[in-house]
Every structure is written in C-alpha cells, then in structure tokens.
C-alpha cells in the first residue's frame, strides 16, 4: 500500500464562504475514525476557496472513503453553497531528504 495526498478545493457562492466551511466541519470527526484517514483538514486559501487536505494510507481506503456516508452527506449539505462540484487532485509523494519533511 502507498499513502495518497488529496486536495479537494471547493468555491463558495459570493457571501457564503462562512456557512460553507461550517458545513465541512460537521462531519470531520466521523472521517477521522475511518479505516486509514491519516489526515482530514480544512483550510481557508487566499484566493477565497476552502480546500480540504487528505491523507490516506492506500487508494483502497481513499475510494471506500469517496464512496461512504459523509462524503454523501457532505456533498448534500454544500449543494447550495457551491458554485460547482469540487475540484479533486490525488497526489502521490515522491519523498526526498528527512523522512518528517520530505513527504506529506
């Protein structure tokens, strides 16, 4: 198994950027007890989109997570507050130096 980094960028409708983000967290504590969420975090960019940063142990666990209830409800609960669906991106580490710094 390879971890598997996930950024997940999401553009909030003019005005509701707070509510959005709101919404994000509710489910983060469900996420974090699923099988091989290394890290589950949302952030505030400065170009005024939340993006969530994953890391999961393998891609087995990535998708049985893509494929579980709180994405689900998730993506139900942001419908509104959304200009689209969020842009996905999985990333791989190509690690380089001290084990702590040179992979995510």
Same mark, same amino acid.
């Given at each position: ?9 999401? #553009? ?19 996420? #974090? ?31 049985? #997570? ?19 669906? $969020? ?5 791989y580490p190509l $690690? ?9």
């Open positions: 198994m390879s971890a598997v980094v996930v950024t997940a960028v999401f #553009h909030p409708r003019e005005g509701r950027k707070q509510e959005l983000a709101d919404a994000m967290r509710r489910g983060i504590e469900t996420v #974090h007890t699923e099988s091989g969420c290394e890290l589950y975090s949302i952030h505030d960019a400065e170009d005024g989109t939340i993006t969530m940063i994953e890391k999961w142990s393998s891609v087995e666990e990535l998708d049985a #997570h893509g494929d579980g209830e709180p994405v689900k409800t998730l993506l139900a609960d942001i419908e509104e507050l959304v200009e689209s669906g $969020p842009t996905v991106t999985r990333m $690690p380089r130096g001290a084990a702590e710094q040179g992979a995510l």
